[in-house]
């Protein structure tokens, strides 16, 4: 399984980016995706995830303006990232979550460095 991250820069802060992830070597449809922060000197933490059935969830922080997506046939989830702060700087991983025979199994992405310039 390769996850590859992509969509990462550098932004003003009240801008924008799309990060996009696209998995390759096993069924993408059937997982759930995840993507997480890690800012400067601080630990992963997640920011928002999506299921097969496309029910999603956010970090509190996140609400709003933060948008996770998925295209099963593009096999590829997405973050639309809009109004960002320079807290948002850090980088963003994506995280692929499978279950096989009541096991879960997590598959993580190289991360995109995203920097929101004040």
């Known amino acids: 399984v390769q996850l590859q991250a992509s969509g990462g820069g550098l932004v003003q802060a009240g801008g924008s980016l799309r990060l996009s992830c696209t998995a390759s070597?096993?069924?993408?449809?059937?997982?759930?995706m995840g993507w997480y922060h890690q800012g400067p000197g601080k630990e992963r933490e997640l920011v928002a995830s999506?299921?097969?059935?496309?029910?999603?969830d956010y970090a509190d922080s996140m609400k709003g303006r933060f948008t996770i997506s998925r295209d099963n046939a593009k096999n590829t989830a997405y973050l639309q990232m809009n109004s960002l702060k320079p807290e948002n700087t850090g980088v963003y991983y994506c995280?692929?979550?499978?279950?096989?025979?009541?096991?879960?199994?997590?598959?993580w992405g190289q991360g995109t460095q995203v920097t929101v310039s004040s």
């Open positions: 999506i299921t097969s059935d496309g029910t999603t």
């Open positions: 070597g096993t069924i993408f449809s059937d997982s759930t």
């Open positions: 995280k692929m979550r499978k279950k096989v025979g009541g096991l879960k199994y997590d598959y």
